[in-house]
């Protein structure tokens, strides 16, 4: 737990308060596009879960034993690094969170930063926010 809150202080730290990332914002993304498969606890327990191929993960422990794997988090709901999940491709929402154009800073590994939409970064912000 403790890198996870380290982790979410670090993301607020490097956007600074005009720039902040909103986990709030996040949940209603979460909401809106993912826990019709990852669940609204984030579990892998959405209401979709049983009719997939594969189970969705349980994102509440994306962190564990780690630091949270923000820059892969990043790749795979823009698009980049897209997972094989019921039979194909998991949706890529990528482009319904492409924002308004103006990129946020997110701290990745080693504290590099990673230029991301504002909807991708509160998206990120609310994962981190869940760890257990």
Not at 10 to 28: K, P, R, T, V
Not at 34 to 48: L, P, S
Not at 111 to 122: K, N
């Amino acid at each position: 737990m403790r890198h996870h809150s380290m982790a979410l202080a670090a993301l607020l730290a490097l956007s600074g308060a005009a720039n902040a990332q909103d986990a709030g914002e996040g949940g209603q993304i979460f909401a809106r596009y993912c826990a019709a498969c990852h669940g609204t606890d984030a579990r892998g327990n959405g209401v979709m879960a049983e009719v997939l191929t594969l189970v969705p993960p349980d994102l509440t422990g994306l962190g564990q034993g780690a630091d949270f794997p923000v820059l892969q988090v990043v790749r795979q709901i823009d698009g980049r690094d897209p997972l094989l999940a019921h039979g194909g491709e998991m949706p890529i929402f990528g482009m319904w969170f492409e924002g308004d154009g103006a990129d946020v800073a997110l701290p990745g590994p080693g504290g590099q930063p990673i230029l991301v939409s504002r909807p991708i970064a509160d998206l990120v912000t609310f994962l981190i926010s869940v760890q257990s």
